[in-house]
């Protein structure tokens, strides 16, 4: 990184999926607006949601729909169970994917907990103009997730590139 720049805040929306977390107990949804509060970012909003692939969409349709909102990271539902549906509600959302952000995150998640990453389908992609990451609801996955990858994307001094230089054109048509 770079200080040539000055930090852009961004307003991020945090997601929990589950159908038995409550904002108590919330541990990963915690770690994450944690983590983007003490990275500069705003938190626009956190929700916590049965994973339900209508509800999902509905939530997550509302934040992309608002412009106000640049970022969605959720956690949890992408995993392999029959109640885990976060890939499935978001994808059809996407304008654009960022395939290489699941690939990377399980590259990464290989040191913490080896051939158990496979069971991950986090992904992230780009639906009007917002930027979302899907992360497994594990606090250790969000801690790699947001430390490793979407912290430094998510800065503007960040060199060679960055996802927020990026924000003024991603409507482009």
Same mark, same amino acid.
């Given at each position: 990184?770079?200080?040539?720049?000055?930090?852009?805040?961004?307003n991020?929306?945090?997601?929990?999926?589950?159908?038995?977390? @409550?904002?108590?107990?919330?541990?990963?949804?915690?770690?994450?607006?944690?983590?983007?509060?003490?990275?500069?970012?705003?938190?626009?909003?956190?929700?916590?949601?049965?994973? /339900?692939?209508?509800?999902?969409?509905?939530v997550?349709?509302? !934040?992309?729909? /608002?412009?106000?909102? @640049?970022?969605?990271?959720?956690?949890?539902?992408?995993g392999?169970?029959?109640?885990?549906?976060?890939?499935?509600? #978001?994808?059809?959302?996407?304008?654009?994917e960022?395939?290489? $952000? +699941?690939?990377? $995150?399980? !590259?990464?998640?290989w040191?913490?907990?080896?051939?158990?990453?496979?069971?991950?389908?986090?992904?992230? +992609?780009?639906? @009007? =103009?917002?930027? #979302? $990451?899907?992360l %497994? +609801?594990?606090?250790?996955? &969000?801690?790699? =997730?947001? /430390?490793?990858?979407?912290?430094?994307?998510? /800065? &503007?001094?960040?060199? %060679? &590139? @960055?996802?927020?230089?990026?924000?003024?054109?991603?409507?482009?048509?």
């Open positions: 990184m770079t200080e040539q720049q000055e930090f852009k805040p961004l991020i929306a945090v997601l929990t999926v589950s159908d038995s977390r @409550n904002e108590a107990d919330d541990a990963s949804g915690r770690v994450l607006v944690e983590r983007l509060q003490e990275a500069g970012h705003r938190l626009a909003e956190k929700l916590i949601v049965p994973d /339900d692939i209508y509800r999902l969409r509905a997550v349709s509302r !934040w992309i729909a /608002d412009e106000a909102v @640049n970022v969605v990271i959720s956690t949890g539902g992408t392999l169970t029959g109640r885990d549906s976060t890939p499935e509600a #978001i994808r059809v959302l996407l304008d654009k960022i395939e290489g $952000f +699941g690939e990377i $995150f399980r !590259w990464l998640s040191e913490e907990v080896g051939t158990s990453t496979l069971q991950s389908r986090c992904l992230a +992609g780009l639906a @009007n =103009g917002t930027y #979302i $990451f899907c %497994p +609801g594990s606090t250790g996955a &969000c801690r790699t =997730g947001w /430390d490793r990858l979407i912290k430094t994307q998510l /800065d &503007c001094r960040t060199r %060679p &590139c @960055n996802l927020v230089e990026l924000l003024p054109r991603v409507r482009e048509r």
